[in-house]
């Protein structure tokens, strides 16, 4: 890969895909400061155009977001030039060419920087045919190569099997990126299950982060790194109806579910018991409540110093975590887990397979 400018700042380390919706975004709003120019997110946006333009005005001051309007019609909606607040537009191979003639606008805009999504699921193509579908993105748009970031998107890898055969495609493709000379190169896999409602209840499910192993096996390809956050990679899954109260709780090399049906009673109590047994837990940060504003948020409803909350809520305590868990686990020095090692205390719950397919 061709790196960035000597001149430029220093490049952002972590570029998280996450849905549009009220709790991913809260979890951007409470960013630690330090954390913003380390960040750069990609964010898909569905209906709520409107909603999701009055949350970019309140991001932190220095978040760039990427936003990927894919799942929209072309309309006055996708110009995200008329959006006016500064963002790098997302770039597909098959955008028409009225898109990318927006697009390219949008991009001269907010200083001349856009991210072309590579899908390898979707863009199957040869070497020349996807030289020749970038070529006609910078023409339409304008724009340079070196005023590019790509992101090499794996989608949803969730067994050891998947992982190999993504890191296999995604090897070819980084073999036909070095013909060009990107602003940044970037690799994102998914690997939570699109339907956690089927894993157990009333106790702690350990799911193997297979995303994070797809990058630790290309890390000698020098490309950043990107994930789903906590949420899956296939498109249109959700769980709108399961109201258990979960939390997708990141730790080294594997998450934490919890979903809570029936221990401590109803409302605040059984969230209250969830937040418990997740603070006593050796995965939770020896940072404690500093760590993330999302784990503040989780012990003061240990404490019950607080409400359950909503699904809204669970998804931007879990999100908040998350991103400050891939932060520093990407630039702290390797060996040094900063996480508590309690010998005396075995851990909960139990890996599941089965129906979400996370067996190797």
């Known amino acids: 890969m061709v790196p960035a400018h000597e001149s430029r700042a220093a490049e952002p380390v ?6 549009g919706r009220r709790g991913e975004l809260e979890a ?28 970019l005005r309140r991001l932190p001051v220095g978040l760039l977001p990427a936003v990927d309007v894919t799942a929209l019609a072309d309309g006055p909606d996708t110009e995200l030039v008329r959006w006016g607040v500064p963002l ?15 697009h390219g606008a949008a991009a001269r805009a907010y200083g001349r920087r856009a991210l072309i999504r590579l899908r390898t699921g979707q863009d199957r193509a040869g070497p020349d045919a996807s030289t020749a579908s970038v070529e006609r993105i910078w023409r339409l748009t304008g724009l340079a190569p070196d005023e590019c970031d790509l992101l090499v998107d794996a989608g949803d890898v969730c067994c050891r099997a998947d992982v190999r055969l993504a890191e296999a495609r995604v090897r070819r493709l980084l073999e036909w990126a070095r ?8 690799v994102a896999a998914g690997g939570m299950p699109p339907t956690p409602s089927r894993l ?14 797809l990058w630790q096996r290309l890390t000698d390809t020098g490309v950043g790194y990107g994930d789903y956050g906590v949420g899956p990679a296939v498109p249109g ?124």
């Open 88 to 102: 790098v537009p997302v770039l597909g191979l098959a955008e028409s060419d009225r898109r990318l003639v927006a």
């Open 179 to 186: 013909r060009h000379a990107w602003r940044s190169v970037t």
């Open 200 to 213: 157990p209840t009333d106790e702690p499910v350990r799911l193997d982060r297979w995303d994070w192993q």
């Open 28 to 55: 951007l709003n409470h960013l630690d400061p330090a954390a913003v120019p380390l960040l750069a997110p990609i964010l898909e946006v569905g209906a709520a155009v409107r909603s999701t333009i009055d949350t």
């Open 237 to 360: 899954t959700g769980e709108a109806g399961d109201r258990l109260p979960t939390v997708r709780y990141t730790a080294d090399g594997d998450w934490w579910v919890y979903r809570w049906s029936r221990r401590g009673g109803r409302g605040d109590g059984r969230f209250a018991d969830l937040c418990r047994t997740l603070v006593s837990a050796p995965h939770w940060p020896s940072a404690g409540a500093a760590f993330s504003w999302g784990d503040h948020e989780l012990l003061r409803r240990a404490r019950r110093g607080a409400g359950a909350g909503s699904a809204a809520n669970w998804a931007a305590w879990s999100t908040s975590h998350h991103l400050a868990h891939v932060l520093t686990a990407l630039l702290r020095p390797v060996g040094d887990t900063g996480f508590r090692h309690r010998p005396d205390s075995p851990q909960r719950g139990r890996p599941h397979g089965g129906a979400t397919r996370r067996t190797g």
């Open 14 to 19: 972590y570029r998280p895909i996450l849905a």
